[in-house]
T-cell receptor, first 111, second 113 residues
């Protein structure tokens, strides 16, 4: 069945460091891909999405490119801030719309 | 408010009791999803409602779990004869359609003693 694998955390970075969180997927067909974020004490929010191969999703300085050839959707940010500390979830959506999530990666950014 | 609303926010109950969790989707959203998030893990899909179509129940872990939705409004997730393994955060999401972004509620944290 469809699945998502993302790098284990926690990831600890200093402010202004470069961030990469790896995400790979297994799916039949052509799923849409998402990154969701859960800030401390808050609900899950959509961060960005891409619906077809080579699409780049971006939001709040974060980017991810849908790579069909490597079945990946890695999340990147050039300069992280303390306020980016959160749990990040990679997910895919099949033709029924239900989301299949990775296990989540905790990011901690230190000043 | 304009977001997805879930109640209660926290529920503590004894093993063997039944619990009912409620989700109020965003008005106009025809699709509604239930997910479960166990401690330190990703979200697991439970059930999906789309308009008046038969729900997709493929993620329900056992026959102790059931859910209902009246039209395009409120949904309730019921867990009968709760077990300690049912302890988790139960999240509800709604969207304008199956191919539209899902908006999540804050969840119900269920603890089984």
């Amino acid at each position: 069945g469809d699945s998502v694998t993302q790098m284990e955390g926690p990831v600890t970075l200093s402010e202004e460091a470069f961030l990469t969180i790896n995400c790979t997927y297994t799916a039949t067909g052509y799923p849409s891909l998402f990154w969701y974020v859960q800030y401390p004490g808050e609900g899950l929010q959509l961060l960005l999405k891409a619906t077809k191969a080579d699409d780049k999703g971006s939001n709040k300085g974060f980017e991810a490119t849908y790579r069909k050839e490597t079945t990946s959707f890695h999340l990147e940010k050039g300069s992280v801030q303390v306020s980016d500390s959160a749990v990040y979830f990679c997910a895919l959506s099949g033709n029924t719309g239900k989301l299949i999530f990775g296990q989540g990666t905790t990011l901690q950014v230190k000043p | 408010g304009a977001g997805v609303s879930q109640s209660p926010s926290n529920k503590v109950t004894e093993k063997g009791k039944d619990v009912e969790l409620r989700c109020d989707p965003i008005s106009g959203h025809t699709a509604l999803y239930w997910y479960r998030q166990r401690l330190g893990q990703g979200l697991e899909f439970l059930i999906y409602f789309q308009g008046n179509s038969a729900p997709d129940k493929s993620g329900l872990p056992s026959d102790r779990f059931s859910a209902e939705r009246t039209g395009e409004s409120v949904s309730t997730l019921t867990i009968q004869r709760t077990q300690q393994e049912d302890s988790a955060v139960y999240l509800c999401a709604s969207s304008l359609g199956f191919d539209q972004p899902q908006h999540f509620g804050d969840g119900t944290r269920l603890s089984i003693l």
